[in-house]
């Protein structure tokens, strides 16, 4: 399928620590890379995501003394799942996946750096007021509809095409090339955010 000028491709989070064997492994995560370099030549705009947190970011359990992995807690911006420690800035885990083609990409943006602010999301941080500039630059190239495609499915995906939805833009998420973490029902209420914000769910 061909996509007309005004249509880009978001690839959100292709990388070693989100891909089985990583610190935050996604089952199935390295499945998409093949489906994403296929789509990816299809589309004129292709913007290419990257989580990118500094040692001892606010999202990682390890920065909670008496928390694990995985628990809530509240942040000075609401609610947080804490993580494992993942994508540390300059890390093999921060990697894109080897057999991910990253040549093809525009833009990468890197976002999750602030170190007391989460970033699911390729618009807005967590405290969902913090921009991270990819509205401009979208806008600037004349998209008006957006792709999604990555990792993973219930976090960055979903928070994207959400955020994404919110601003305008008509909004696609790829699910076969796509993978969850889900989280205690997490995937099945991202689906149900994305469609009722009106987004459209392809296979
Ligand atoms: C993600 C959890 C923490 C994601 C990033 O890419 O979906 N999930 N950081
Ligand atoms: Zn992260």
Same mark, same amino acid.
């Given at each position: 399928m061909d996509h007309a000028g005004d249509e880009a491709i978001l690839v959100i989070d292709v990388q070693n620590d989100f891909?089985?064997?990583?610190?935050l492994a996604v089952p199935g995560?390295?499945?998409?890379v093949p489906r994403i370099n296929r789509m990816v030549?299809?589309?004129p705009v292709r913007v290419f995501t990257q989580d990118w947190h500094p040692a001892?970011?606010?999202?990682?359990?390890?920065?909670?003394?008496?928390h694990a992995p995985f628990d809530m807690v509240e942040m000075a911006y609401g609610p947080q799942v804490l993580w494992p420690d %993942?994508?540390?800035?300059?890390t093999d885990g921060a990697d894109?996946?080897?057999?991910? %083609?990253?040549?093809?990409?525009?833009m990468i943006l890197r976002k999750?750096?602030?170190?007391?602010i989460d970033s699911y999301s390729a618009f807005f941080e967590n405290d969902q007021t913090?921009?991270?500039?990819l509205e401009g630059y979208l806008r600037n190239r004349g998209v008006t509809h957006v792709t999604l495609a990555g990792l993973a499915t219930d976090f960055c995906v979903a928070w994207s095409a959400l955020d994404a939805a919110r601003l305008g833009f008509g909004v696609t998420v790829r699910l076969s090339a796509c993978r969850a973490?889900?989280?205690?029902?997490s995937l099945d209420a991202a689906l149900a955010d994305l469609r009722a914000a009106g987004v459209e769910l392809e296979p």
């Open positions: 891909c089985p064997g990583g610190a995560g390295d499945e998409v030549r299809n589309f001892g970011h606010g999202s990682f359990a390890s920065a909670h003394p008496g %993942h994508c540390v800035q300059g894109f996946h080897e057999d991910l %083609h990253v040549e093809p990409a525009d999750g750096f602030r170190p007391e913090t921009p991270t500039g973490i889900d989280l205690e029902g």
